[in-house]
């Protein structure tokens, strides 16, 4: 099934939804559920979970092969749903039914949080945190939802939990730092700084003038800055190197992947921008060109992924990895 496909039935899915809800915002103040609230109160409990569930497996988890658990996290999420939409649903057996459906999905969860860590110990072995985790987490909830989980794990773990931590690469390998040479830090803070300032100056703002749209606003360029931040910090423990087999290109939170060193064709160094190469140099010119001799696929924030031949970025010691890959 495409993405597009996918999509189609989900906003669907999400009409349907707003369509149940508009009918039940008419029926529960109606004299009839009051006069037999336990009948009407079935039946809204089916448009609530019932047609949903059966509704979203029809069309998308049985083509996507959806596993048994997921379909049960889904089926708890609908029957919080309808706890909290109708509080003192008159239907029998409900209490029951919600606790034995939620005594399955913790002790799911409980058993794939096992199958996690020990993936996890298994890759982390020959792989870096990252790419261990990411492939933990999708051998249990799948590769798109993984992506989506590592990104804003990510991002949380490296704005604010991560600052005292060294940088972080194997021995015997050689960095390939960009701060220390490039001033792109302290752009970085002085961006953050400025874009702080600005927040609470639209806060302020928005709350004169459109006080409903204030509180997203803010959210959604808090979370802006929370991710800047996350970016400073990884550029700082998290730099790219190489070792005997690979480059290990760990750009910030922006792109990473691991390019086998038969695959690196040409490695130049520059002083500017080049011409149809990803310029991955960030807030400073590019002083090296990495040209492969087959296309490399790059994995980026949430999973979006990019093609490429050829690749600009700053280095600090731009000589030690030129010798580096020429003596190899």
């Known amino acids: 099934m495409t993405a597009i496909y996918t999509y189609r039935w989900l906003a669907l899915l999400m009409v349907y939804a707003a369509l149940v809800a508009f009918a039940h915002l008419i029926v529960l103040p109606s004299a009839a559920y009051t006069t037999r609230p336990e009948l009407i109160g079935t039946a809204l409990l089916f448009d609530l979970m019932v047609w949903p569930l059966l509704t979203f497996y029809w069309l998308i988890a049985r083509p996507q092969r959806w596993s048994t658990g997921r379909l049960a996290l889904l089926a708890a999420g609908l029957a919080r749903l309808a706890m909290a939409w109708l509080p003192s649903l008159p239907v029998p057996g409900w209490a029951l039914m919600w606790g034995v459906l939620e005594g399955l999905v913790l002790g799911g969860l409980a058993f794939r949080l096992r199958t996690i860590i020990r993936t996890y110990r298994l890759l982390r072995r020959t792989q870096d945190a990252e790419i261990a985790w990411q492939g933990a987490l999708a051998a249990v909830a799948g590769e798109r939802l993984a992506r989506l989980v590592l990104a804003e794990g990510e991002t949380i773990y490296y704005a604010l939990l991560n600052w005292r931590s060294e940088p972080s690469f194997p021995a015997n390998t050689t960095p390939l730092t960009t701060h220390r040479e490039s001033g792109q830090l302290a752009l970085l803070w002085g961006l953050l700084g400025i874009s702080c300032i600005e927040l609470m100056a639209v806060h302020v703002l928005l709350l004169h003038w459109l006080p409903s749209a204030a509180v997203w606003v803010t959210l959604l360029s808090g979370y802006g800055c929370l991710l ?31 390019i086998p060193r038969h695959h690196l064709a040409d490695v130049t160094p520059i002083s500017d921008k080049q011409p149809g190469a990803l310029n991955a140099a960030l807030l400073t010119a590019p002083n090296l060109l990495i040209t492969f001799n087959e296309p490399i696929q790059l994995t980026g924030l949430y999973g979006i992924r990019k093609t490429v031949t050829q690749l600009t970025l700053f280095v600090d010691d731009r000589g030690a990895v030129l010798r580096n890959i020429t003596n190899q």
């Open 228 to 258: 800047l931040l996350a970016v400073i910090n990884t550029i700082r423990v998290r730099p790219s190197y190489l070792t005997l087999d690979a480059l290990h290109l760990r750009l910030d939170l922006r792109w990473w992947a691991v």
